[in-house]
């Protein structure tokens, strides 16, 4: 937890005196000490308790102030029931050294203060722990290798339940970031009765499976939400169809992900895309698994980048050249250079290796989707 989060606890009563810009500093433990020198008890990020015992003298806090500083500690919390007043060579000591001081309430017990600390602690790892294991599932998830019932185990083990329908939401950070910890966010911020979060990813893209009944809309709206409480903030999402079945959410997941690619040019604080949203061939594409847009590629194409490669040709760019150009022998011969024989010999031969006919508009479609695939929305494939 951060300094500000404790301030921000009405029970705890704490007043902070300086070091206001330091207030995110985090907070591993409460150390309460009365040692005029306690560095060698101190870790870095504690929260160090005093009563003042050790003040007798103005240069006291001098080197009291030293060791806290040395330690790396996040911040002083004084209680005033023993000084009665807080010396005003305490304050200035904090402040030279940009150590936050921070005033207990005359009644605010320690004790409650570090139960606070320990349990916010504790909730961390906690948190820290369940985001590992939906890490894990995230991961096999990824791979399109894994059981159902491999997958039922994972999600029982998050405490969602397996068979209710499963939403997989990508969100990526495309600007105004600020420090946020972006599964952190979605965590908070999603988190609704009825439906169960399990949230993983880094901090500038989180993967977000929602356990229970959703919809594209509403995700949309709460997304759109959680940007305009954070002024300058800008995301991208993809959100899949819910998987109704374990067996479709490794699926699912892949669909959020080209989606969150195909959102990245959208334009405004939150752009969003899904299955319904597709309209194009590029994000129709972007909706298939890799694995299957890879398979068929490879099947179509995988013979003409065969003889590139033996022979330094260049088949495949031709191919491009002439499809992009609507078949034009012309066109195509200026932009690549070449005699109109030259083209028609390239492109006898690819008919060769591929089994497709040029003069086929359907044989056409599937070689320029076959190019197409693999590839990110919006871009073009490699010559």
């Not at 301030?7 to 500093?25: E, F, K, N, Q």
């Not at 009825?194 to 499976?209: M, S, T, W």
Request: hydrophobic content about 40%; aromatic content about 4%; glycine content about 10%.
């Amino acid at each position: 937890m951060r300094l500000a989060d404790l301030l921000a606890r009405d029970d705890l009563h704490l007043t902070p005196v300086t070091g206001h810009g330091h207030l995110g500093r985090e907070v591993c433990r409460a150390y309460p000490t009365d040692l005029p020198d306690p560095r060698r008890y101190l870790r870095a990020g504690d929260l160090v308790l005093t009563s003042g015992v050790w003040y007798r003298r103005p240069s006291d806090c001098d080197s009291f102030a030293d060791a806290l500083w040395a330690a790396d500690v996040a911040g002083l919390v004084v209680g005033l029931v023993v000084l009665g007043e807080l010396p005003s060579a305490l304050v200035e000591a904090c402040e030279r050294r940009n150590l936050p001081l921070i005033l207990a309430a005359p009644d605010q017990s320690f004790g409650a203060i570090t139960e606070a600390v320990a349990e916010e602690s504790f909730a961390v790892e906690q948190r820290r722990a369940e985001r590992a294991r939906a890490q894990t599932l995230l991961d096999v998830l990824g791979t399109q290798q894994i059981p159902p019932g491999e997958v039922s185990a994972h999600l029982r083990l998050l405490g969602a339940d397996p068979g209710l329908p499963t939403t997989a939401l990508v969100v990526r950070l495309t600007g105004g970031s600020d420090g946020h910890d972006l599964p952190a966010v979605l965590h908070e911020g999603l988190a609704r009765k009825g439906r169960h979060l399990i949230v993983g990813g880094l901090p500038g893209e989180a993967v977000v499976l929602v356990n229970g009944k959703t919809t594209r809309k509403s995700l949309s709206e709460e997304l759109r939400g959680l940007a305009a409480a954070r002024p300058g903030l800008r995301i991208a999402a993809g959100i899949s169809e819910a998987a109704s079945s374990v067996s479709r959410l490794a699926e699912a997941l892949e669909t959020a992900r080209r989606g969150v690619e195909a959102a990245g040019d959208g334009a405004g604080p939150v752009s969003i895309m899904s299955a319904a949203d597709v309209d194009t061939h590029e994000l129709l594409l972007a909706s298939l698994p890799a694995s299957v847009r890879r398979s068929f590629r490879e099947h179509l194409l995988g013979p003409v980048e065969e003889y590139d490669a033996r022979h330094g040709s260049e088949l495949l760019r031709t191919l491009d050249v002439f499809l992009e150009t609507c078949g034009s022998w012309q066109r195509t011969a200026d932009e690549l250079y070449v005699h109109v024989n030259t083209l028609r010999y390239r492109m006898q031969r690819i008919e060769e290796l591929t089994g497709r006919r040029m003069s086929s508009m359907r044989d056409r479609t599937d070689l320029y989707l076959a190019l197409r695939s693999g590839q990110p929305p919006g871009d073009q494939p490699a010559p």
